[in-house]
């Protein structure tokens, strides 16, 4: 739906509820009612079947993300998360990147790794030869569980073989099972064919199997976005874009050699992508694993992302990670927001959702290093946790502008002081009546 629609949304945040979700109701038809699936959203009775000892349903804010350029694409970026200011961060960064064209996004074929441990190998160099001799055999074997996946044109498409000669259990021969599970994350379907495998693998090395399960680090699943911010877009009152380049540039460098910096850097990355690997019933941990991991494949922890200055002066930034996330299957398939999430994404295959994904990690990304080099991260996202201060003090809804606004003014965002023009909104109230 969304190759007729326009992401560039004015003052979306200044509309009112049933506005947005109006808005949301064109882009993803006349087929599913944004209404009745965000006030039904999941019921109990599911909720009881997708995990063990159900008790109800913890909620989180859902919100549309708006302004992404993506391709050439317009897209509507739904995200949750419970953090303020997230959502608006990334939707004013990519206002800004579709000022030099949009992001640009490339990604691999969406392959999953399996591994199986072999321990009590007798003879490493004789078993990885046999293995190799009959890696077609064992493909062909895996493929006989693969199912629908198969049936998609996917797949197991190889198979590798690792060796640790000197560990403090003894020396590992790791097989490595690489699976196309097309538009599924594939977490089930490759952990059932190294399970399925694991027998004659051991019959064929003469050793014992003992973990057979997928790897997280899915560094053959990356995703890569890129983008450009003009210098013109960058200025502010107290400098010119050249100057703000600088000083984002600056930051880049120091998450790229300081991993207590990547750390938060990253973790800044991951805001915007959690955020829609939830929105979208997909499993963030995973994710979450596999970004850390790769983050520090070199032997020491770095950013995901880098930013640089171009040739015309222009600030290019560039990130890429594992991101292994689904279409079909799971939770994407369960969770009735999770199946709208999709529907107003508007992606056709798991690799669109991935380059969606890591493109709003940029966004989010180049929003917290903006901040942090210019005016600082505090500003911006204290007038949104102000609005949960107020909340958090007993504020109604006709209060919370006021108290906002005062708390803001006072430079004094803290629950006491919130909780104390609370008392005196209500007392005023009692005095009117």
Not at 37 to 50: C, F, H, P, T, Y
Not at 97 to 116: C, K, L, N, W, Y
Not at 189 to 216: C, F, K, M, Q
Not at 268 to 278: E, K, L, P, Q, S
């Amino acid at each position: 739906m969304n190759d007729t629609h326009n992401s560039q949304l004015s003052k979306f945040y200044k509309r009112s509820l049933q506005e947005r979700r109006d808005v949301i109701q064109t882009w993803v038809g006349s087929g599913r009612s944004v209404g009745e699936v965000l006030d039904g959203n999941l019921r109990v009775e599911q909720a009881d079947s997708m995990v063990e000892n159900a008790v109800g349903i913890y909620s989180l804010p859902l919100g549309i993300a708006t302004n992404f350029l993506i391709n050439q694409r317009d897209y509507l970026v739904p995200m949750v998360i419970e953090e303020p200011s997230v959502i608006a961060a990334a939707s004013h960064a990519a206002k800004l990147f579709r000022e030099g064209g949009g992001f640009h996004t490339s990604s691999d074929a969406p392959v999953m790794i399996g591994q199986i441990q072999v321990l009590d190998v007798p003879d490493l160099i004789g078993a990885v030869q046999r293995l190799d001799t009959v890696k077609a055999m064992l493909i062909a074997k895996a493929n006989e569980v693969s199912g629908s996946i198969l049936k998609r044109g996917g797949g197991v498409i190889d198979l590798e073989i690792r060796v640790f000669e000197d560990t403090e259990v003894g020396p590992m021969v790791i097989v490595h099972l690489l699976m196309d599970t097309r538009d599924a994350m594939g977490a089930n379907a490759i952990n059932t064919a190294v399970e399925y495998i694991a027998p004659d693998v051991a019959e064929i090395s003469g050793g014992r199997t003992h973990l057979r399960i997928l790897s997280n680090l899915t560094d053959r699943r990356k995703a890569k976005a890129w983008g450009i911010v003009p210098a013109s877009a960058l200025e502010t009152e107290n400098k010119d874009g050249y100057a703000v380049i600088k000083a984002i540039v600056e930051a880049s460098v120091f998450a790229e050699v300081d991993p207590y910096r990547a750390a938060t850097h990253n973790k800044g990355v991951m805001n915007g992508i959690d955020a829609v690997v939830m929105a979208t019933g997909n499993d963030w941990r995973a994710v979450e694993a596999g970004a850390h991991a790769f983050a520090a494949r070199r032997g020491a922890y770095t950013s995901l992302s880098t930013f640089r200055q171009n040739e015309a002066g222009d600030l290019y930034a560039e990130i890429e990670l594992p991101l292994a996330v689904g279409i079909v299957g799971g939770a994407t398939r369960v969770h009735p927001v999770a199946q709208l999430a999709l529907d107003i994404l508007g992606v056709t295959s798991a690799q669109e959702l991935a380059e969606v994904i890591v493109a709003v990690g940029l966004a989010q990304n180049f929003a917290a290093v903006k901040a942090l080099a210019g005016e600082g991260i505090q500003k911006g996202h204290m007038r949104m946790h102000a609005r949960q201060i107020a909340m958090a003090a007993g504020a109604t809804v006709e209060m919370v502008p006021l108290i906002v606004d005062t708390l803001i003014r006072e430079n004094n965002i803290r629950l006491e002081r919130a909780t104390a023009l609370v008392k005196q909104l209500n007392e005023t109230e009692q005095d009117k009546r």
